[in-house]
């Protein structure tokens, strides 16, 4: 055998060895970081520190459910008789949420009562908190992924 | 030996390249859970329907099927539900426009599982199975009855079963023949005259039958397909058998269903339904009057008397989440229609809401292709789909016959 041969058949087993650990990276590597999941956070112009949580247990997909919104000030004080208006959708479908949720309860804390919420789609969802109370007008957007 | 190292390499690059996914025939395992979720063994039990008392009632099922099939209950006695949702034809009739009394605008639509729906017909008109039975009873172009005509035809054939499942029926005999609030100029004036007690009395029954007709309809489950049979096999990790395992073809469309044609995004679930409303550039059929789809039947749904909300409901106001939260006024409403579900599709052609589609390929291509909507924004997104891959999703389709 020619020294070339060597070379190609050599080259030749390089490129198989690199297609397999390039194939390997791929499948076990994790998907892209999706959006921030987090809960828990300072509305856009740092008014309001806002935490939300589903009221019954993580929402399934197609189900009318309820989330609990808890509203404070940065210091840590709970603000009442805010007004909220809530809004979101799917940034990757470019649509809004299939229904019109309210808050319809004020809990006590800060808390309020979100009703009328439903993901009908799995994957990339975003809720719109705007709160208005004396302290002035701000929002928060959180992302969920179902 | 240089020969036999070369051959493990190709034979290594060969196996890496078929773990890392490259074969069509190969499902991941998040495209598993996808397929698994799609069985009907996924299917949550039917909820009850606390706004309709007798939706369980086995007596008011068998009423209800009784009425189902009788023509009549319509103004020619021609006309019954089954006329249209035919019991051997998936309980549709095959036509672009279902026919009643005269043709409709809209496309008749299959019935099992209908009772698992928020909304009821293609634009959700309704919001429980019971209102939506009413409607079709005084369509002018479907039974085209009136509601007092329903009540003493209900108490003449019917009396003693209702007396039995519902409640004892008031004196009707004083009431006009026929009255009601969407019949002729003289049915509407006769229903103006009658009392506001007489008017409900006339309701309550009315709402009745809507309920017996519920609660058969109540009864219509979708049957096991290959599909199912394929899906529950991954499901225990075993192979499917011979007849259930599905072709070459068909798992290519079943991959792009659930992949880059992106069907699943609404024909989610083992009903295939988001059971929401979309515009997907679906276009009007020429000549019939406008159709703007959901947002045209918002304020009707609201204003229904027969709806979650009104005094015909029975059981609690909690009830009603769908209606009191339903989406008034986004623009995504305008030409929405709802999503269907695909089982046993394709034995029902024609496709959509108006029947506008002949075939599934028509349906694919209009997909794939994905025209601007003549009002408001379609939310589909065009796809390149070769011809072979708009077969094996047509081929897949066919897997969720039963
Ligand atoms: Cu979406």
């Given at each position: 055998?020619?020294?070339?041969?060597?070379?190609?058949?050599?080259?030749?087993?390089?490129?198989?060895?690199?297609?397999?650990?390039?194939?390997?990276?791929?499948?076990?590597?994790?998907?892209?970081?999706?959006?921030?999941?987090?809960?828990?956070?300072?509305?856009?112009?740092?008014?309001?520190?806002?935490?939300?949580?589903?009221?019954?247990?993580?929402?399934?997909?197609?189900?009318?459910?309820?989330?609990?919104?808890?509203?404070?000030?940065?210091?840590?004080?709970?603000?009442?008789?805010?007004?909220?208006?809530?809004?979101?959708?799917?940034?990757?479908?470019?649509?809004?949420?299939?229904?019109?949720?309210?808050?319809?309860?004020?809990?006590?804390?800060?808390?309020?009562?979100?009703?009328?919420?439903?993901?009908?789609?799995?994957?990339?969802?975003?809720?719109?908190?705007?709160?208005?109370?004396?302290?002035?007008?701000?929002?928060?957007?959180?992302n969920l992924v179902l | 030996m240089v020969r036999g190292l070369l051959t493990k390499l190709i034979a290594a690059a060969t196996i890496t390249a078929a773990l890392a996914g490259c074969s069509d025939a190969d499902f991941s395992d998040a495209e598993k859970r996808t397929i698994v979720s799609m069985s009907l063994a996924a299917l949550a039990p039917l909820p009850p329907d606390p706004t309709n008392r007798f939706?369980?009632?086995?007596?008011?099922?068998?009423?209800?099927?009784?009425?189902?099939?009788?023509?009549?209950?319509?103004?020619?006695?021609?006309?019954?539900?089954?006329?249209?949702?035919?019991?051997?034809?998936?309980?549709?009739?095959?036509?672009?426009?279902?026919?009643?009394?005269?043709?409709?605008?809209?496309r008749t639509m299959p019935l099992a599982g209908v009772a698992r729906d928020p909304f009821f017909f293609w634009d959700g008109r309704r919001d429980s199975l019971w209102s939506q039975a009413l409607v079709p009873l005084e369509n002018v172009l479907e039974h085209a009855g009136t509601r007092t005509a329903y009540a003493h035809y209900l108490k003449r054939r019917f009396g003693e079963r209702y007396e039995r499942i519902f409640q004892p029926l008031p004196e009707l005999s004083m009431l006009p023949a026929s009255a009601g609030p969407f019949g002729t100029p003289a049915e509407k004036a006769a229903w103006a005259g009658m009392s506001d007690a007489e008017r409900k009395g006339v309701?309550?029954?009315?709402?009745?039958?809507?309920?017996?007709?519920?609660?058969?309809?109540?009864?219509?489950?979708?049957?096991?397909?290959?599909?199912?049979?394929?899906?529950?096999?991954?499901?225990?990790?075993?192979?499917?058998?011979?007849?259930?395992?599905?072709?070459?073809?068909?798992?290519?469309g079943l991959k792009l269903f659930i992949g880059k044609a992106n069907c699943s995004t609404c024909h989610t679930g083992p009903r295939f339904t988001d059971n929401h409303f979309h515009n997907t550039g679906v276009p009007p059929v020429a000549g019939l009057p406008a159709d703007r789809g959901r947002i045209a039947v918002v304020d009707e749904v609201l204003a229904d008397p027969f709806n979650c909300a009104g005094k015909f409901r029975d059981g609690g106001e909690e009830a009603c989440g769908e209606l009191r939260f339903v989406q008034k006024s986004s623009p995504e409403l305008v030409r929405a229609y709802k999503t269907p579900s695909l089982r046993n599709v394709a034995g029902r052609p024609p496709y959509m809401h108006a029947g506008q589609f002949a075939t599934l390929e028509q349906v694919v291509s209009h997909y794939a292709t994905a025209p601007k909507s003549v009002e408001g924004e379609s939310e589909i997104h065009a796809v390149a789909l070769s011809d072979g891959e708009r077969a094996a999703l047509v081929a897949f389709l066919k897997t969720l016959s039963e």
């Open positions: 055998m020619t020294s070339a041969w060597r070379m190609v058949v050599g080259a030749f087993g390089l490129v198989a060895l690199a297609i397999g650990f390039l194939s390997v990276v791929f499948l076990t590597a994790p998907a892209a970081p999706g959006p921030d999941l987090a809960r828990s956070k300072n509305s856009a112009k740092g008014l309001y520190a806002l935490s939300i949580a589903p009221e019954a247990g993580e929402p399934r997909q197609g189900d009318l459910h309820a989330w609990v919104v808890t509203v404070k000030t940065r210091q840590g004080a709970p603000v009442e008789g805010a007004e909220i208006a809530i809004g979101g959708g799917m940034p990757e479908h470019a649509h809004g949420l299939p229904t019109s949720p309210e808050a319809t309860a004020y809990l006590g804390d800060g808390r309020y009562r979100i009703e009328g919420m439903k993901f009908s789609m799995t994957g990339w969802w975003q809720l719109k908190f705007g709160i208005t109370a004396p302290a002035g007008a701000d929002e928060a957007t959180f | 939706a369980d009632d086995p007596g008011a099922a068998a009423l209800g099927a009784t009425l189902f099939f009788d023509t009549g209950m319509s103004r020619d006695g021609n006309v019954a539900c089954g006329t249209c949702h035919k019991i051997d034809r998936q309980f549709q009739d095959d036509l672009p426009r279902g026919i009643g009394v005269a043709e409709t605008n809209r309701d309550r029954i009315f709402s009745d039958i809507g309920k017996a007709i519920a609660a058969f309809e109540r009864s219509l489950v979708h049957g096991k397909t290959r599909l199912d049979r394929f899906a529950d096999a991954l499901a225990q990790g075993r192979s499917p058998s011979a007849e259930d395992d599905l072709s070459a073809e068909e798992r290519h």
